[in-house]
């Protein structure tokens, strides 16, 4: 069964930095897509970064500069330095992966379960 586990939310003050990390594992053939997905209260979840198995990688403007994502493919493994940190910037993080299950001819989207990040003024 495929997983994403995703770590290192907290709570941290105005200007500090977080390392998110997320983990996908279970039989897994290809993936495509590992990216980051945020939500805040009352909000919709938006798109925060991506980043393609060729390495390529892309951002919403509001955290350019200031977030970096970053993968390790051996370990399946996608990251989300997060620098500058402002409040707007609090929410729930979700880590999203396009991939293909052994077995399966298809990519389907998997999603972890989310990680809090709240940012104090």
């Known amino acids: 069964q495929v997983q994403l586990v995703e770590s290192g939310g907290g709570l941290v003050q105005a200007g500090g930095s977080l390392r998110l990390s997320c983990a996908a594992s279970?039989?897994?053939?290809?993936?495509?897509?590992m990216a980051w997905y945020r939500q805040a209260p009352r909000k919709q979840r938006e798109f925060v970064a991506g980043?393609?198995?060729?390495?390529?990688?892309n951002s919403v403007d509001s955290v350019k500069g200031r977030f970096t994502i970053s993968g390790d493919k051996a370990k399946r493994t996608v990251y989300l330095q997060m620098n500058s940190l402002k409040p707007e910037d609090t929410a729930v993080y979700y880590c999203?992966?396009?991939?293909?299950?052994?077995?399966?001819?298809?990519?389907?989207?998997?999603w972890g379960q989310g990680t809090q990040v709240t940012v104090s003024s």
């Open positions: 999203n992966a396009i991939l293909q299950p052994s077995g399966s001819y298809t990519y389907t989207s998997y």
């Open positions: 980043m393609t198995s060729a390495g390529d990688t």
């Open positions: 279970g039989s897994i053939d290809n993936i495509s897509t």
